[in-house]
C-alpha cells in the first residue's frame, strides 16, 4: 500500500450518554487517511471536525500513558499504537468500542474502578521486614539473575487491555484480573519482600486458578509482559508452597500425572483427583448420561506409542525447573 495514498475509511463509534437518556448506538464517520494514521488521530479528527460531543481518553499518544485503550475492531488495543491502514484492509471498516468487563461512563470512556481496586488488593508495593529496613540514601543490591525473573513486569503501563480480553473477568466478576496477577508475581519473586508466602497461600483461594489460560491477556498487551506466563508461574509456585489444596490446583496435578502415565487423559480419574470421592458422588447423574452414550469411557485409556518420549519431556522440564532455566 503506498504511504502517499489517501483511504476512505468509515469508522462506527459506539455512542452512549446516560444524561440524555438514550440507548447504546454506533455513529458512523467517514475519514480520508493516511493507511499510517493512528487510530486516535483519526478519532481526534472526528471530534474537532465532525462531532465535539464525542467522549475519550488519551494523553500521551506515545504508547506510554495507556489512556486510550479501547476496542478497535473487536481487540484491546491503545489507539495511539493501532494504525487505520492494517485495520481497513481486513475488515473493510474500523468499528471502536469502550474497553470491556467495565462499566461504560460516556462513549468511549469506562469507570475503571473495578480495575484498580483489583490492583490495590493485591497489595501491590514492597513488604519490607521492619527489623531490616532498607538502607536509607543507597540502593539495595540485586543480582541480575534475581532483575531477570521479573524483568517484564515494570514495563506494564496499566492500560487495562488485558483486563478488557480476559473472558475470566467477564464470567467471574471476583477475579482479579491479569494486570493484578502479573503485578502480584513481580513482588512474590523480588527476594527484598518478605510477604512472598502469604501473597501465595491468599492468591490461592481468591482467584488464581479462575484463568482459563486463553492467553487473551498476552495477546492484547501493547507492553509485552506476558501475564499470562506470568499467572502460570503463580501457580507452579501457589503449588510448590501450599501444595494442591484448591480444586484448580489439583486439577492441574491431576492432568500432569495423568499424562505423565499414559499419555491421555483418564477422565474418571482426573474428576477424582480434582473432586474427591464427595465431588464424585455429585457428578454421578451426569456421568450416567454420559456411560449411556459413551460405554467405553469405563476402560481406562491404553498408554500411547512413544510414551518413554513423554516421560523425557517431562524430566526435561522438571531438569530445567531446577535449574531456573
Same mark, same amino acid.
Given at each position: 500500500?503506498? /504511504?502517499?495514498?489517501?483511504? !476512505? ?6 455512542r ?6 438514550? !440507548?447504546?448506538?454506533?455513529?458512523r464517520?467517514?475519514?480520508?487517511? &493516511? ?5 486516535? !488521530?483519526?478519532?481526534l479528527r ?5 462531532d ?16 486510550? %485503550? ?8 491503545? %489507539? ?12 473493510? @471498516?474500523?468499528?471502536i468500542d ?13 469507570d475503571?474502578s473495578p480495575f $484498580?481496586?483489583?490492583y490495590? @488488593?493485591?497489595?501491590?508495593h514492597l #513488604?519490607?521486614d ?9 540502593? !539495595? ?8 525473573? =521479573?524483568?517484564?513486569?515494570p514495563?506494564? #503501563?496499566?492500560?487495562?487491555s ?7 473477568v &467477564?464470567?467471574?466478576?471476583a ?7 502479573a503485578?502480584?508475581y ?11 508466602q ?10 488464581? $486458578? ?15 509482559? @506476558?501475564?499470562?506466563?506470568? #499467572?502460570?508461574?503463580?501457580?507452579e ?17 491431576g =492432568?500432569?500425572?495423568?499424562?505423565a ?9 482426573l ?26 469411557i ?8 512413544g510414551?518413554?518420549?513423554?516421560q523425557? #519431556? ?10 531456573? /532455566?
Amino acid at each position: 500500500m503506498p /504511504t502517499g495514498e489517501l483511504l !476512505t475509511i468509515p469508522f462506527d463509534v459506539y455512542r452512549y450518554d446516560p444524561a440524555d437518556g438514550s !440507548t447504546p448506538r454506533y455513529a458512523r464517520y467517514t475519514l480520508e487517511l &493516511a493507511p499510517h494514521t493512528p487510530v486516535l !488521530t483519526a478519532l481526534l479528527r472526528i471530534r474537532s471536525e465532525i462531532d465535539p460531543s464525542l467522549a475519550l481518553r488519551y494523553s500521551c499518544r506515545s504508547a506510554i500513558c495507556g489512556s486510550c %485503550a479501547m476496542l478497535v475492531n473487536s481487540k484491546s488495543r491503545l %489507539a495511539c499504537q493501532t494504525q487505520v491502514g492494517p485495520e481497513f484492509a481486513e475488515h473493510g @471498516r474500523i468499528v471502536i468500542d469502550p474497553m470491556s468487563n467495565q462499566p461504560v461512563i460516556r462513549d468511549l470512556v469506562v469507570d475503571q474502578s473495578p480495575f $484498580w481496586k483489583e490492583y490495590e @488488593r493485591i497489595v501491590p508495593h514492597l #513488604i519490607l521486614d521492619p527489623m531490616h529496613p532498607m538502607p536509607e540514601g543507597r540502593p !539495595t543490591s540485586m543480582s541480575p539473575a534475581q532483575v531477570a525473573r =521479573f524483568e517484564e513486569t515494570p514495563r506494564c #503501563i496499566a492500560c487495562g487491555s488485558c483486563y478488557s480480553a480476559c473472558p475470566a473477568v &467477564a464470567a467471574d466478576p471476583a477475579f482479579p484480573g491479569p494486570m493484578a496477577l502479573a503485578k502480584l508475581y513481580r513482588f512474590v519473586v523480588d527476594p527484598r519482600d518478605t510477604a512472598s508466602q502469604d501473597r501465595l497461600m491468599r492468591i490461592q483461594p481468591g482467584g488464581l $486458578w479462575t484463568c482459563l489460560r486463553c492467553h487473551l491477556c498476552t495477546s492484547s498487551c501493547p507492553k509485552d509482559v @506476558r501475564p499470562s506466563e506470568r #499467572i502460570r508461574d503463580l501457580k507452579e509456585m501457589a503449588i510448590a508452597a501450599q501444595g494442591a489444596t484448591e480444586r484448580g490446583s489439583r486439577h492441574a496435578v491431576g =492432568f500432569k500425572d495423568n499424562i505423565a502415565e499414559r499419555g491421555l487423559l483418564n477422565e474418571s480419574k482426573l474428576v477424582r483427583q480434582t473432586d474427591g470421592i464427595v465431588g464424585m458422588i455429585g457428578q454421578i447423574p451426569q456421568g450416567l448420561r454420559m456411560l449411556r452414550r459413551k460405554p467405553e469411557i469405563l476402560r481406562a485409556p491404553h498408554a500411547i506409542e512413544g510414551q518413554d518420549e513423554v516421560q523425557r #519431556i517431562y524430566e526435561l522440564l522438571e531438569d530445567a525447573g531446577e535449574d531456573g /532455566t
